[in-house]
């Protein structure tokens, strides 16, 4: 007897539990190697999902073997050559593997071990450990959400909502307490007639009232309906509002000509990086693009990383319209907002006193976090000394330098990392 | 091959096209079945059962078992087969069949009709037919309730892993996993498995055994039997003979375990003891089922149930899988046990069919007899070691142009030892047949004695064997050991004499003992 089974439709990914046991287990190692691959990378890629290596040793299951060493006799196919006796060097490399004995112990190289991450997990392993901090104002009043909640049963209901146990249980109930007594009295009847028939002849008048008693009460019984619409419950759900967190991020970059393509591309990365972040962790929030070289626009999402508009620099422009943003759109009681700003550093030099003023006296009141990045590789240029003054009186302004690249995430974990409790 | 029988009743032709149909797949099985069955193949009841790449992923990760405890090792070999799969690196095997009863065989929906009649001729007819007539399957392993014990696992390591943590239960499994090959009774034999007394004795067995080791480590000596001791301390070794089985050693012995750690261990040795026949047959597994898919697809072409462009096909199939690479090449890596293995099987119907006076010298017993009773006998009663030692035959010697090379670490240069000539075919066919020796291959092992009124300290054995030192991961295992063991743990090497060269110590802090 044969069987054909056909298994294609059942029981994908069994082991994905084991998967996902090793991710645990190596955790540690995984997050090291995502933070290598990170380096130099750039930001499209690294939202591909990523080929991870991790050192063989670390994952190595190990086992008594043998190794190279001692006395090894190998017999080997292919001979072309060599005659009894004959005696060769030993080949190099690979501990003698080859034509040589040592082929035959059972070592295996180590190589890194590699494997890939999905899209997924990579960007968990990226945006462990991270937020945005004191993200605190939580408010009810003006909720628009809400989540639907058990609330026990209920007697009137859509189809859908019909619960089959509670209404059955009711049914059963019901018949019982309908029909008990009729049964009981059938019970008595029917044990009678036994009794009478066993004394008198079928056709006994006692006899004929009993079978007339009984068919009544059988029909009186069948006539109890098996379920009622009285019977109906259904599952009821209310609404309950939810509280939620509401934030803005404001994204501010500086495209004025001194920025040369390469650190725009820096900034770009970095944005992207924060953004990523934030649609991925937070699932309400909104975020504002602010670009500027002497004149500042909010623009979209696409024309913030695409666009190609360039002039000369003016930090306060940007950091008006940021204040004016503020003020219109997100008041401070409802909105936690943060603010991400990138520049070159170089400004007019007037301009940045007032900048220095605008933040100091406007906005950093409104805001719960100001992350200022300056893309340089040279000296720190005058809005960075005007800002580090800032940083002394509030310490939910803080600053970091990027030189190359290669600083993007560092810098980037430094800004957001979880914040001792 | 071009003259074509013409079949003289009506029979099933398996048409050429290269997509298949649950139909065409149960048409071919059977007209396989039948060929078999008239050659005398005795096999389990076929279960083929259909399944994805995924699942032939999933199954090669969990050493081809439907049902499997969890663990991160499986993870791991999952992910390197998965990225090499996607990676287009490596294809997957085009078959895994599973020794139990029925014999389950899996088709992957990716092959073609005729690799899914290959498959069928290889998995569920030669390699079944293997299972359950080689004796070292019969001995070791049950096929009738394999499946049943892998659930019983699963579901017991399922229950410690919710009682007692999944940390406690993992790195108690890495512990057995690194002394899986030190699990196996290569002597004695195993007593059967079933589901059920399984769980009837499992609990009657904890309590059991916990007396027996609390009896062992009974805190308090009689003051008596403490005196002889000393003055006969041969009598009160422990253990009183070397033991091979290391986790049978530590889940009856080790004093700390607790019971259901004990059962944790036995469960492994017991799945270790389940593939050891694997491990030592490869060879000859292989060789019987690539034998009889060889043989049983040709019948069915000289019956005409299948066509040319399906023989052409399967020939190239066929003949990657035999090809043996030479020593130097770039692909060479060992013998393929697929082509000596086949290559013997044929060599062995050739002796019987077409013996030439070298074969008659060297093999008067089968010269001349009937092949098939011969390949029978010879598939019984074997494993690669015997198999080898008692069938190469000169003539393969020469085909593979096999030749000896010694590797003696005191030498600069190695030597070749003997070539396929007159003189070395014995020398040669005596070393392959040693190659093949899983007790040359695994260092030699044992327990050794345990302190018993002092420490506790576990001595294990390693008896060198040619002066081969042991691995790098070696100081691993025995922290795997003495984890185990719960005390120190040491590890003597002696040579072939018995004297101690060198020990190895891995102590034991007790403070890892948490629980």
Request: glycine share 6%.
């Amino acid at each position: 007897m044969t069987y054909l089974i056909d298994r294609r439709f059942q029981g994908k990914n069994k082991s994905a539990v084991n998967r996902e046991r090793f991710l645990r287990r190596y955790k540690k190692q995984i997050k090291q190697a995502v933070e290598r691959a990170i380096k130099g990378r750039s930001i499209i890629d690294v939202a591909n999902g990523e080929k991870v290596s991790i050192p063989a040793r670390d994952v190595g299951e190990p086992s008594f073997g043998h190794t190279h060493g001692g006395v090894w006799e190998a017999v080997c196919p292919g001979n072309t050559e060599y005659l009894k006796g004959d005696r060769i060097a030993r080949p190099k490399g690979s501990g003698g593997g080859g034509s040589g004995g040592a082929g035959n112990s059972d070592e295996v190289t180590q190589d890194d071990f590699i494997f890939e991450l999905s899209r997924e997990e990579f960007m968990n392993y990226f945006f462990e450990d991270l937020e945005l901090p004191n993200l605190v104002k939580t408010q009810l009043a003006s909720t628009t959400e809400f989540k639907s909640q058990r609330a026990g049963y209920t007697v009137s209901g859509t189809p859908t909502n019909i619960h089959v146990l509670r209404s059955l249980r009711g049914a059963l109930g019901r018949r019982i307490a309908v029909g008990g007594a009729s049964a009981r009295r059938l019970r008595e009847l029917q044990e009678e007639l036994e009794q009478q028939l066993l004394l008198e002849p079928a056709d006994d008048e006692a006899v004929m009232r009993l079978k007339k008693e009984i068919e009544h009460l059988k029909v009186r019984l069948t006539a109890i309906p098996f379920i009622d619409p009285f019977d109906l419950r259904y599952s009821n759900r209310v609404k309950v509002p939810k509280p939620s967190t509401k934030a803005v991020m404001f994204c501010i970059m500086d495209v004025s000509g001194s920025m040369d393509e390469q650190k725009k591309d820096t900034a770009k990365r970095f944005f992207i990086l924060l953004y990523l972040f934030l649609t991925r962790t937070y699932d309400e929030i909104d975020v504002v693009f602010i670009r500027h070289h002497t004149v500042a626009t909010e623009v979209d999402e696409d024309e913030f990383f695409h666009s190609r508009e360039s002039g000369g620099t003016v930090v306060s422009s940007a950091l008006v319209l940021l204040a004016d943003i503020l003020r219109e759109r997100y008041p401070a009681g409802d909105w936690n907002a943060y603010v991400a700003q990138a520049s070159d550093g170089d400004n007019w030099d007037r301009d940045s006193v007032t900048c220095r003023q605008i933040l100091d006296e406007t906005i950093m009141p409104l805001v719960q976090y100001y992350a200022y990045v300056e893309i340089t590789d040279g000296e720190p240029q005058n809005l960075w000394y005007e800002y580090e003054l800032i940083a002394n009186d509030h310490p939910h302004f803080a600053m970091q330098k990027i030189e190359s690249p290669a600083d993007i995430y560092p810098v980037f974990r430094e800004l957001f990392r979880k914040q001792p409790q | 091959m071009t003259d074509l029988k013409m079949p003289t009743e009506k029979r099933f032709r398996l048409p050429d096209q290269s997509e298949w149909t649950q139909d065409l797949i149960e048409q071919i099985h059977e007209e396989v079945g039948r060929v078999a069955r008239d050659f005398g193949l005795d096999t389990y009841p076929n279960q083929l059962e259909i399944i994805t790449a995924e699942q032939m992923m999933d199954a090669y990760a969990s050493v081809g078992m439907p049902v499997s405890y969890n663990h991160w090792s499986f993870g791991k070999h999952f992910m390197s087969t998965e990225k090499g799969y996607r990676r287009g690196q490596m294809g997957l095997a085009y078959e895994i069949v599973i020794n139990s009863n029925p014999c389950i065989a899996y088709l992957m929906e990716e092959n073609s009709l005729m690799m899914q009649a290959l498959v069928i001729a290889h998995a569920a007819y030669g390699h079944n037919s293997f299972f359950k007539g080689n004796y070292l399957f019969r001995t070791w392993t049950d096929a009738d309730a394999i499946i049943d014990y892998m659930l019983f696992a699963k579901n017991y390591i399922a229950e410690c892993e919710r009682r007692h943590g999944m940390e406690a239960v993992e790195l108690l499994l890495d512990s057995c996993h690194a002394l899986q090959n030190y699990g196996v009774d290569r002597y004695k034999r195993p007593a059967r498995l079933s589901l059920q007394e399984e769980n009837l004795r499992q609990a009657e067995r904890e309590a059991y055994l916990q007396t027996q080791v609390n009896d062992l480590w009974r805190t308090l000596p009689r003051r008596e039997s403490l005196d002889e001791d000393e003055s006969h301390p041969q009598e009160q070794r422990f253990p009183g003979e070397p033991q091979e089985n290391l986790l049978y050693f530590i889940e009856k012995s080790a004093p700390l375990l607790k019971p259901w750690e004990r059962e944790i261990v036995r469960i492994t040795r017991k799945i270790s003891q389940y593939f050891y026949p694997q491990r030592q047959t490869q060879v000859m597994n292989e060789g019987w089922a690539t034998f009889w898919h060889f043989t049983l697809l040709n019948q069915l072409y000289d019956e005409g149930v299948v066509g040319e462009g399906f023989m052409l096909e399967f020939l190239q199939s066929h003949t990657n899988v035999i090809y043996q690479p030479p020593v130097g090449s770039p692909y060479y890596n060992g013998i393929n046990p697929y082509a000596l293995g086949f290559a013997m099987m044929r060599d062995i119907r050739r002796i019987c069919e077409d013996p030439t006076d070298e074969d008659r010298r060297w093999f008067p017993d089968i010269a001349g007899s009937d092949w098939r009773s011969t390949l029978d006998f010879a598939m019984r009663n074997f494993k690669d070691e015997s198999f080898i030692a008692q069938y190469l035959s000169p003539r393969l010697i020469r085909e593979f142009h096999f030749f000896s090379v010694l590797d003696d670490d005191e030498n600069d240069k190695l030597l070749i030892s003997a070539i396929h000539d007159e003189d070395g075919y014995r020398y040669v066919r005596q070393q392959l047949a040693a190659q093949y020796n899983l007790g040359n291959r695994e260092p030699n092992i044992q327990v050794w004695a345990v302190d018993t009124h002092g420490d506790r300290t576990l001595t294990l054995r390693h008896t060198q064997y040619q002066r081969r030192p042991l691995n790098q991961q070696t100081d691993e295992v025995l922290k795997h050991v003495a984890r185990l063991w719960g005390f120190d743990v040491r590890l003597e090497t002696v040579d072939p004499d018995g004297s101690v060269l060198f020990s190895q110590e891995c102590p034991w802090d007790k403070r890892h003992r948490g629980h």
